[in-house]
């Protein structure tokens, strides 16, 4: 009787390992590895249901990128991505391990075939998200386009996760034309959607993944393919109640 009852409370403590990581595992962690002597930024949007591990990565080449097979088991975290690099896709593995007393997570990451590895800490977020109803309205920027200034403006419309609008200034040779953007959505202070458009008569797909903050929305946008990519911060216009745009 007593085994019976001990092996029944040992089950019971199993099944609720995962929830209880669960607790302290979804949300927003940031963290820096070291590549070639400079510290590279990553943020992962984790959401733990059960033992299984969702979410995205951003700041790797291909960003944001899906992770694959997530899942914790006790205080271990594993999970992988694709990203490319230099024309060329790396599979990247991720095992961490949880820190009850720091409250972080301790990863290895590196390529499947074991050619490179770093060691990255990653701690969870205490920024606020953005309610969804923040991103609707008019935010306008500029980026530099082969030494000229290209002016733009985003009309956005939020609901719940899902964001809609266009984009205007990324037509060549009609900055005035407007773009509906595709597959709109914010989730926690990350915004990400894609346009179609045209330069020098070849279509292109623009992939653009933001970060909320301060009333401001930094973009890393460019081609899917990863042969182009810039950098533009923009801001609601000054009609829309939070400051002057860029």
């Given at each position: 009787?007593?085994?019976?009852?001990?092996?029944?409370?040992?089950?019971?403590?199993?099944?609720?390992?995962?929830?209880?990581?669960?607790?302290?595992?979804?949300?927003?962690?940031?963290?820096?590895?070291?590549?070639?002597?400079?510290?590279?930024?990553?943020?992962?949007?984790?959401?733990?249901?059960?033992?299984?591990?969702?979410?995205?990565?951003?700041?790797?080449?291909?960003?944001?990128?899906?992770?694959?097979?997530?899942?914790?088991?006790?205080?271990?975290?594993?999970?992988?991505?694709?990203?490319?690099?230099?024309?060329?896709?790396?599979?990247?593995?991720?095992?961490?391990?949880?820190?009850?007393?720091?409250?972080?997570?301790?990863?290895?990451?590196?390529?499947?075939?074991?050619?490179?590895?770093?060691?990255?800490?990653?701690?969870?977020?205490?920024?606020?998200?953005?309610?969804?109803?923040?991103?609707?309205?008019?935010?306008?920027?500029?980026?530099?386009?082969?030494?000229?200034?290209?002016?733009?403006?985003?009309?956005?419309?939020?609901?719940?996760?899902?964001?809609?609008?266009?984009?205007?200034?990324?037509?060549?040779?009609a900055p005035g034309k407007t773009v509906e953007?595709?597959?709109?959505?914010?989730?926690?202070?990350?915004?990400?959607?894609?346009?179609?458009?045209?330069?020098?008569?070849?279509?292109?797909?623009?992939?653009?993944?933001?970060?909320?903050?301060?009333?401001?929305?930094?973009?890393?946008?460019?081609?899917?393919?990863?042969?182009?990519?810039?950098?533009?911060?923009?801001?609601?216009?000054?009609?829309?109640?939070?400051?002057?745009?860029?």
């Amino acid at each position: 009787m007593r085994h019976s009852l001990s092996a029944a409370v040992f089950a019971g403590v199993l099944a609720i390992l995962p929830c209880v990581h669960g607790a302290d595992l979804s949300g927003t962690w940031k963290g820096a590895f070291d590549y070639q002597g400079q510290s590279v930024a990553l943020t992962f949007h984790l959401t733990q249901t059960g033992s299984a591990v969702t979410g995205t990565i951003e700041g790797l080449p291909t960003t944001p990128t899906d992770i694959h097979d997530g899942k914790i088991v006790s205080e271990k975290v594993s999970f992988w991505a694709n990203t490319d690099y230099q024309g060329q896709t790396y599979k990247l593995l991720f095992v961490g391990r949880l820190s009850s007393a720091g409250g972080g997570i301790s990863f290895e990451l590196g390529t499947d075939d074991g050619s490179w590895s770093s060691a990255l800490v990653a701690h969870k977020s205490t920024e606020p998200a953005p309610a969804p109803a923040a991103v609707t309205g008019t935010w306008k920027g500029s980026f530099d386009f082969q030494g000229a200034t290209v002016p733009v403006t985003l009309h956005l419309t939020g609901a719940g996760e899902t964001v809609t609008g266009t984009v205007e200034g990324m037509v060549d040779g009609a900055p005035g034309k407007t773009v509906e953007i595709e597959d709109g959505k914010l989730e926690g202070g990350t915004l990400t959607f894609w346009l179609s458009t045209q330069y020098q008569g070849a279509a292109y797909k623009i992939v653009y993944n933001g970060t909320m903050a301060d009333g401001r929305i930094k973009f890393t946008f460019g081609t899917d393919d990863g042969s182009w990519t810039n950098e533009m911060t923009v801001e609601k216009a000054a009609s829309e109640g939070t400051g002057t745009p860029e």
